[in-house]
Each structure stands twice: as structure tokens, then as C-alpha cells.
């Protein structure tokens, strides 16, 4: 299996299990890994960090957006207008 589908079954089954998307250390979802998970403790934070961001964009996907930071750049552009240089401008 590669590393993609095993963040994303990770990811899911945090989901399932309540996890709330939170990646600072100590926090809900490096709590869970330490738990749940068997890996080299070199990899700990990319192993926190990947997970967390499958989940939010998992969470993105639920709300209608393409991933997290389709919806980042959705809240972004709301309050942003371009001129026909490409420069923006807060609205």
C-alpha cells in the first residue's frame, strides 16, 4: 500500500473516531497517532502533518469545495478583486 492511501484510510478512521482536525503538537490528532500508530519516531510530525491536512480537505470536500485550500482561496477571493494587471485589491 503507499503512503497516500495509508494517510487517507488514517485520516478516515480519525474522522470516524471523533479526531478534531487539529495538528499542533500534543494536540487531538498527534495524541491519536501516538495511539493508534506504529511508526518511526523520526517521521512523527509529517506523519501529524499529513493526516491533518487529508482531513481537512476531506472536511472541504463534505462542504462542496475541491480541497482545503480551494477553500482557503474561496474565503480569500471574496474580500479581493483584481484589475486587468493581476494586481489586487482589497474590496
Not at 487517507?8 to 491519536?32: C, F, M, Q, T, Y
Not at 472541504?60 to 489586487?88: L, P
Request: net charge positive; charged share 30%.
Amino acid at each position: 500500500m503507499d503512503l497516500e492511501k495509508i494517510i487517507s484510510k488514517a485520516a478516515i478512521k480519525a474522522i470516524n473516531e471523533g479526531i478534531v482536525i487539529n495538528d499542533s503538537p500534543l494536540g487531538s490528532i498527534h495524541r491519536w497517532v501516538k495511539q493508534k500508530c506504529s511508526y518511526n519516531q523520526e517521521h512523527e510530525f509529517y506523519i501529524v502533518f499529513l493526516i491533518a491536512c487529508e482531513m481537512a480537505d476531506i472536511q472541504a470536500k463534505k462542504e462542496g469545495y475541491k480541497s482545503n485550500a480551494d477553500k482557503a482561496a474561496t474565503e480569500v477571493f471574496k474580500h479581493w478583486k483584481s484589475d486587468r494587471f493581476g494586481k489586487f485589491r482589497r474590496t
